[in-house]
Nanobody, 121 residues
Framework: QVDLVETGGGLVQPGGSLRLSCVAS????????MGWYRQAPGKERELVAL???????NYADSVKGRFTASIDKAQNSGYLEMNSLKSEDTAVYYC???????????????WGQGTTVTVSS
């Protein structure tokens, strides 16, 4: 049984910062990739950042230079550091982890429960 638990959302003023965390509970796996998605009201879910265990990360153009995603393999965790937040960053943010299960030699994907980020003065 694996759960992804997200924390760190909240209300922040424009220009402010937030740090989202996504922790994978369980054992017998390693994180291969950690993606961060967001869904604003009335819009489709979009990919914000995708981090790989190789340490490479891709970002959506809208967040480049402001957001930083990372993986901590030892803690089975992923993080999304968000700086210079804008009102258009307001959305529910979801983490999506691809885990490699060592004994099964197989990959499985899991979603976090989502956390709300509101950027408003």
């Amino acid at each position: 049984q694996v759960d992804l638990v997200e924390t760190g959302g909240g209300l922040v003023q424009p220009g402010g910062s937030l740090r989202l965390s996504c922790v994978a509970s369980g054992r017998g796996f390693v994180i291969n990739t950690m993606g961060w998605y967001r869904q604003a009201p009335g819009k489709e879910r979009e990919l914000v950042a995708l981090s790989r265990s190789s340490s490479s990360t891709n970002y959506a153009d809208s967040v480049k230079g402001r957001f930083t995603a990372s993986i901590d393999k030892a803690q089975n965790s992923g993080y999304l550091e968000m700086n210079s937040l804008k009102s258009e960053d307001t959305a529910v943010y979801y983490c999506n982890a691809e885990l490699y299960f060592i004994d099964e030699r197989a990959y499985f994907q899991y979603w976090g429960q989502g956390t709300t980020v509101t950027v408003s003065s």
